[in-house]
Antibody, heavy 121, light 106 residues
Framework: EVQLLESGGGLVLPGGSPRLSCAAS????????MSWVRQAPGKGLEWVSS????????DYADSVKGRFTTSRDNSKNTLYLQMDGLRDEDTAAYYC??????????????WGQGTLVTVSS | DIQMTQSPSSVSASVGDRVTITCRAS??????LAWFQQKPGKAPSLLIY???TLQSGVPSRFSGSGFGTDFTLTITNLQPEDFATYYC?????????FGQGTKVEI
């Protein structure tokens, strides 16, 4: 069974630098591209970032480019989101998502439960 | 960037109704389109990928169609558990982009 468990959220001061983690199990993590998706309270879904299976390629939304860094440790089956220079508008639930199986099957089928990051002084 | 325009933003319906939601991409995305259902306080759940492939375990009253720029999610015989918010997502290029969402209300 595919499981994704995020952690690291909480109340953060503006300008803070928390790191989110996503522990993965139940699938071949090292061959799976992964993504982060966020959702501000009462708002829609926003794709944040994706990373390839070997970690060599990353992509970011313009809203976080230069402030957020996605990485992974395939030896620990863990995905990370380093968030720097947080702003009020970064307040959101952050979801870890497995991209897909080969050929696009199960595209964004597996999501974690989400971890809430609240940016406030 | 590929913009996804989803409509309507909300729809009022009754049990047994047929509901249609559309997403239009600002450029061609072939069939790289997925549909999700989200209920309050929960993570989104995949319904359709590849524009028309029903995800395993999803009831057959959900169906998707389209190719290129225009896509449709249809729910036939609406059930009480279908009242939720629905989103489309394009997987053709980066940045990935979601539609704005459609709330299906009683």
């Amino acid at each position: 069974e595919v499981q994704l468990l995020e952690s690291g959220g909480g109340l953060v001061l503006p300008g803070g630098s928390p790191r989110l983690s996503c522990a993965a199990s139940g699938f071949s993590f090292s061959t799976s591209a992964m993504s982060w998706v966020r959702q501000a309270p009462g708002k829609g879904l926003e794709w944040v970032s994706s990373i390839s299976g070997n970690g060599a390629a990353t992509d970011y939304a313009d809203s976080v480019k230069g402030r957020f860094t996605t990485s992974r440790d395939n030896s620990k089956n863990t995905l990370y989101l380093q968030m720097d220079g947080l702003r009020d508008e970064d307040t959101a639930a952050y979801y870890c998502v497995r991209n897909s199986d080969a050929g696009g099957k199960n595209f964004f089928a597996y999501w974690g439960q989400g971890t809430l990051v609240t940016v406030s002084s | 960037d590929i913009q996804m325009t989803q409509s309507p933003s909300s729809v009022s319906a009754s049990v047994g109704d047929r509901v249609t939601i559309t997403c239009r991409a600002s450029q061609g995305i072939t069939s790289w389109l997925a549909w999700f259902q989200q209920k309050p306080g929960k993570a989104p759940s995949l319904l359709i990928y590849g524009a028309s492939t029903l995800q395993s375990g999803v009831p057959s009253r959900f169906s998707g169609s389209g190719f290129g720029t225009d896509f449709t999610l249809t729910i036939t015989n609406l059930q009480p558990e279908d009242f939720a918010t629905y989103y489309c997502l394009q997987g053709y290029g980066f940045p990935r982009t979601f539609g704005q969402g459609t709330k299906v209300e009683i």
